[in-house]
Nanobody, 121 residues
């Protein structure tokens, strides 16, 4: 059973910083792309950032220059360093991993349960 567990969310003032972590546990053979998505109340889930196994990164325009995604392949963990946070960054942030559980299995998407980030004074 593969699990993705996020941590690091919370309440922060505008202009502040937070670091999210997402650890993958269970039977994992290899992980391809990992990423962060977010969903604000009344809105659809949207991509924030992704990182490939070779550490090639991709960011949504609204976080470029403010957020940094990274990963530790040895720990099967992905991080999201968020700086200069704005009230509009308030959302539930979800971790995603595209992985396979065995050498002869296909890649599938897995999601974490989400962590709340609230930016407010």
């Amino acid at each position: 059973q593969v699990q993705l567990v996020e941590s690091g969310g919370g309440l922060v003032q505008p202009g502040g910083s937070l670091r999210l972590s997402c650890a993958t546990s269970g039977r994992v053979f290899s992980i391809s792309k990992m990423g962060w998505y977010r969903q604000a109340p009344g809105k659809e889930r949207e991509l924030v950032a992704t990182i490939s196994s070779g550490r090639i990164t991709n960011y949504a325009d609204f976080v470029k220059g403010r957020f940094t995604i990274s990963r530790d392949n040895a720990k099967n963990t992905v991080y999201l360093q968020m700086t200069s946070l704005k009230p509009e960054d308030t959302a539930v942030y979800y971790c995603n991993a595209f992985l396979r559980v065995a050498i002869d299995s296909s890649y599938s998407n897995y999601w974490g349960q989400g962590t709340q980030v609230t930016v407010s004074s």
